[in-house]
Structures are given as C-alpha cells and as structure tokens.
C-alpha cells in the first residue's frame, strides 16, 4: 500500500470510528461512554423520589404508600406512579444515568463548609455522571396551596448552595444538561382559588414568564443544555376529565394549555437568542400524551381511585384499583401510569 493511500485509509478509519462514537454518544479513545450528567428540576412528573418517606404528612409521604410503585420496582419508590415516570424514561432514551436525588445527599443549606470527608463522598457519586434531581412533588413556578412544597426558585437555591458547598464544580455545570419538566401545579392552585378562571389568561403570562426567569438563571449559572416541557392537554388529566365521566378531555381548558404553550415558545426562542452558546429543545409533551389519549388504546379513568394510598384507622384501603393497570393512562387522578409514560416518552422524543 502506498503511503498516500495509507493516510487516507486511517483517516478515514478514524472518521468512521468518531462519527460512531458520537452517533451513540462515546467519546472516549477505548470506546466507553462518556457520561452527561442530568440535572432535574420540576414536579412530581420528573420527582424520581425527593419527598421524605418519613414524613407524618400525606401530603408528602403519598408516593411512598403501597400501591404506589406495585408494577416497578414492586414497591413503593417516591415516584407518583406505579412505575417508571419521565425523568426514568428520558435519561434512558438519552444513554444517561438517573439523577442522584437532592435528598440523597443529606444536604443541609444552613451548613456553608462541609469537612473534606464529606464533600469527598458527595463528589464521588456525583463523578459517576449522574447529576442531581431537584425535582419536587407539588412544585410550581409559584408557591402552590401546600407549604410544605418548595418551588422551582428554591430548587435552583439548593442547586447553588451545592455548588458553593464545593459539591459541584463550574466545569461539571458546563458539561451537563437540564431536563426543566412543569406540568400545571400553578393552574391547579390557581382554580382552586379562581374556580371561574377569572383573570387566567393574564396568570398563564406570569407563570410562563417567571419559566423563562428560572430557566435564564440556570443558564447563567453555567449549563449549555436544556429540554423544556411544555404543558400537557390537562383536560384528558382525570381530575378535570372526571367532568365528563371520563369519557372525554375538557377542550377548554386544553385550549388555555396552547396558550401556555405558544407564550413558552416564543419565550424559548427569546433565550435562545439570549443565550447563543446554549441550546434549549422543547420537549411537547401537550401532542405526545394527546396522541395517546387519541389513540384509543388506554381510558382516562385512573387506576387507583379515591385516595389512593390512604387506608382508615383498621387498614382499610380508601381507594379502589382498576383491573388490568396496563389499560389506563392514568394511575391516579393527575399521574400517567408506568405504560403510559412509556409510549407518552416514545413519542415525545420519536
């Protein structure tokens, strides 16, 4: 072989062996992948698990009851499911590891220096490109109607108190993304206030605008990535559909849910020309779990129904559970099922 052709042979070699590489997200010489840490921030759509089982309030210890978590992992597991959600759906679609959960961390924000032993576990688990959940059950952009829940804002505050506790590093910040999932807790606390919707439109900008403020901050705080959920059709949702028996979504209400959808896409493109070394996807979550209602192979009448996981002072379940949890789109009356998340992230990142 000549040496002309030889050169263009391992060119061509290493070319071929690049764009593999990246095709699968393998960036590393011998062919292991390199992990991008997923940091999460949200609701309970996205919370793989950071309310307190412990806690002596239903409000918070809910996804840590039986039946939650019976189908996967047979247990319950934090999740407000009966399985896997979209934070576990996304970060396997995209090759990555779950998130290690903010609460995992034992982290106290009062405390400003940890000793080195500490810090050093921390970042052991964190160097294993997991990232961090700050996701929360309940959460908004806003304060909701349950002091116990902490907003969007406030995940964001415990994110920089981990960085400057020395957990995580500018450097990590800038080599990974940001999975940001929102899902209508400001709307839910907003009608129950407002049961006329008066004044809704004009609530759907602020709630929209303070999306972009917190994504901005993040942005500033150094990530380069970001998938933005937009809201789902919470029409089909059962606590809203339950208005016609179930049998169909409220279209009214998905309509205020466009609105909210089209204010969040200009608001993506105006970061986006804000912030040029970044990129900011737009998860539609609203089409992909409307093309499921749409196809007819699930009913909209949850699974779990009354108060799921609650029982009385004898142990008596005050919910009933459906037949065959595989048919139903929704586990309780505002969470999607293990199977329904799974086909809604298929089509969502199809």
Same mark, same amino acid.
């Given at each position: 072989?000549?040496?002309?052709?030889?050169?263009?042979?391992?060119?061509?070699?290493?070319?071929?062996?690049? /764009?593999?590489?990246?095709?699968?997200?393998?960036?590393?010489?011998?062919?292991?992948?390199?992990?991008?840490?997923?940091?999460?921030?949200?609701?309970?759509?996205?919370?793989?698990?950071?309310?307190?089982?412990?806690?002596?309030?239903?409000?918070?210890?809910?996804?840590?009851?039986?039946?939650?978590?019976?189908?996967?992992?047979?247990?319950?597991?934090?999740?407000? /499911?009966?399985?896997?959600?979209?934070?576990?759906?996304?970060?396997?679609?995209?090759?990555?590891?779950?998130?290690? @959960?903010?609460?995992?961390?034992?982290? =106290? %924000?009062?405390?400003?220096?940890? =000793?080195?032993?500490?810090?050093?576990?921390?970042?052991?688990?964190?160097?294993?490109?997991?990232?961090?959940?700050?996701?929360?059950?309940?959460?908004?952009?806003?304060?909701?109607?349950?002091?116990?829940?902490?907003?969007?804002?406030?995940?964001?505050?415990?994110?920089?108190?981990?960085?400057?506790?020395?957990?995580?590093?500018?450097?990590?910040?800038?080599?990974?993304?940001?999975?940001? $999932?929102?899902?209508?807790?400001?709307?839910?606390?907003?009608?129950?206030?407002?049961?006329?919707?008066?004044?809704?439109?004009?609530?759907?900008?602020?709630?929209?605008?303070?999306?972009?403020?917190?994504?901005?901050?993040?942005?500033?705080?150094?990530?380069?990535?970001?998938?933005?959920?937009?809201?789902?059709?919470?029409? %089909? $949702?059962?606590?809203?559909?339950?208005?016609?028996?179930?049998?169909?979504?409220?279209?009214?209400?998905?309509?205020?849910?466009?609105?909210?959808?089209?204010?969040?896409?200009?608001?993506?493109?105006?970061?986006?020309?804000?912030?040029?070394?970044?990129?900011?996807?737009?998860?539609?979550?609203?089409?992909?779990?409307?093309?499921?209602?749409?196809?007819?192979?699930?009913?909209?009448?949850?699974? %779990?129904?009354?108060? %799921?996981?609650?029982?009385?002072?004898?142990?008596?379940?005050?919910?009933?559970?459906?037949?065959?949890?595989?048919?139903?789109?929704?586990?309780?009356?505002?969470?999607?099922?293990?199977?329904?998340?799974?086909?809604?992230?298929?089509?969502? @990142?199809?």
């Amino acid at each position: 072989m000549s040496r002309n052709r030889l050169i263009t042979f391992l060119l061509l070699a290493a070319f071929t062996s690049n /764009s593999l590489f990246c095709a699968y997200g393998l960036t590393t010489r011998n062919g292991m992948k390199k992990w991008e840490p997923v940091y999460v921030f949200g609701d309970s759509y996205a919370d793989t698990g950071n309310h307190d089982p412990h806690s002596m309030n239903a409000s918070i210890n809910t996804p840590w009851r039986t039946p939650y978590g019976s189908t996967w992992p047979g247990q319950p597991s934090g999740r407000y /499911s009966n399985g896997r959600l979209l934070t576990d759906f996304y970060v396997s679609s995209v090759g990555e590891k779950n998130p290690a @959960l903010y609460r995992s961390l034992a982290f =106290d %924000c009062n405390v400003t220096q940890y =000793d080195e032993a500490r810090t050093a576990s921390v970042r052991s688990m964190l160097r294993k490109g997991r990232g961090i959940s700050f996701a929360f059950g309940g959460s908004g952009v806003f304060d909701t109607l349950n002091p116990l829940v902490y907003n969007v804002s406030t995940q964001i505050d415990q994110l920089r108190s981990t960085i400057e506790a020395g957990f995580v590093t500018a450097e990590e910040i800038a080599s990974s993304s940001v999975l940001f $999932v929102v899902a209508g807790n400001d709307y839910e606390a907003y009608l129950t206030e407002h049961p006329d919707l008066n004044g809704i439109q004009g609530f759907i900008a602020q709630v929209v605008e303070q999306i972009s403020t917190d994504i901005a901050a993040l942005a500033n705080l150094g990530f380069k990535k970001f998938s933005v959920t937009n809201l789902p059709p919470l029409g %089909c $949702v059962p606590y809203i559909s339950m208005a016609n028996n179930y049998t169909s979504c409220v279209d009214n209400v998905n309509q205020l849910c466009l609105l909210h959808n089209s204010l969040l896409e200009a608001q993506i493109s105006i970061l986006q020309s804000k912030f040029v070394d970044a990129s900011f996807k737009l998860l539609d979550l609203y089409s992909s779990m409307l093309a499921v209602v749409k196809d007819g192979s699930f009913t909209l009448a949850p699974c %779990c129904q009354g108060s %799921c996981g609650d029982v009385n002072e004898n142990g008596v379940p005050q919910y009933t559970m459906c037949s065959d949890v595989t048919k139903t789109l929704f586990w309780d009356n505002h969470h999607p099922t293990n199977d329904g998340w799974q086909l809604i992230t298929k089509k969502l @990142l199809a």
